[in-house]
């Protein structure tokens, strides 16, 4: 068990909404990233918040957005969904920022858009 | 887009057998990190080399680094059947906030 907890597991919707992924990092965890991870793209980086501030930007879509609160969890919104967003979003954690120690991934979010 | 590219992308062996992977990437890292994630999983991490290390050991697993050549490779010796995953590199590059990014990863099968 890594520590990080990551709700919905699943999450079936049509094309067009709107979802929020919530992801609890590992306690004392500072850093967050988010990952999607489908079997044409591989793993992508989306986006890195350390201590609530936005510290790097992947090949995040401006329908996406993200924030990581004071109490240091973090949501994922993604909104005007397509079918090509259906894919695997993990979330993980690590003590520190850029990328220079482990990070500890979340089981992911499995989204299907319909 | 991706900074490290493994090789093979896909690894067939018997259990006993050692396993060897490799990473490629483009630019200069602060230091490159092994993962292993069996099928749709969350990723686990299995090593971290900082750019000024050659060589690192964890139990069954050696990693090497060679930053004049960009690269490194992952060593599994005397193979299990419960390795069988797939297995990426990752990166921290200089200078980029934090940005920590994937390869394609190598999927190794093996066999009992």
């Known amino acids: 068990d890594s520590g990080v907890t990551q709700t919905p597991k699943h999450l079936i919707t049509a094309t067009g909404q709107r979802v929020t992924l919530r992801c609890s990092p590992r306690?004392?965890?500072?850093?967050v990233y988010w990952y999607q991870q489908s079997l044409d793209q591989g793993l992508q980086f989306l986006i890195h918040?350390?201590?609530?501030?936005?510290?790097a930007k992947g090949n995040i879509l401006e329908r996406f957005s993200a924030q990581q609160f004071p109490d240091l969890h973090s949501e994922l919104n993604l909104s005007s969904l397509e079918l090509g967003d259906s894919a695997l979003y993990f979330c993980?954690?690590?003590?520190?920022?850029?990328?220079?120690?482990?990070?500890?991934f979340g089981n992911g979010t499995r989204l299907t858009v319909t | 887009s991706q900074q490290g590219e493994e090789d093979p992308q896909a690894l067939s062996i018997q259990e006993g057998e050692n396993a060897t992977m490799n990473c490629s990437y483009k630019?200069?890292?602060?230091?490159l990190q092994w993962y292993r994630q069996n099928s749709g999983r969350g990723l686990v991490h299995l090593i971290l080399?900082?750019?000024?290390?050659r060589e690192k050991h964890s139990g069954r697993l050696r990693v090497t680094l060679d930053t004049s050549k960009k690269s490194s490779s992952l060593l599994i010796t005397a193979s299990r059947a419960a390795d069988t995953a797939s297995y990426f590199c990752?990166?921290?590059?200089?200078?980029?906030?934090?940005?920590?990014?994937f390869g394609q990863g190598t999927e190794l099968s093996v066999k009992p």
């Open positions: 993980a954690s690590s003590e520190v920022a850029g990328g220079n120690s482990p990070l500890h």
């Open positions: 306690s004392g965890d500072l850093s």
């Open positions: 918040y350390y201590n609530g501030e936005e510290r």
């Open positions: 630019t200069s890292i602060n230091n």
């Open positions: 080399i900082r750019s000024n290390e």
């Open positions: 990752a990166t921290a590059e200089y200078n980029q906030g934090g940005k920590l990014i």
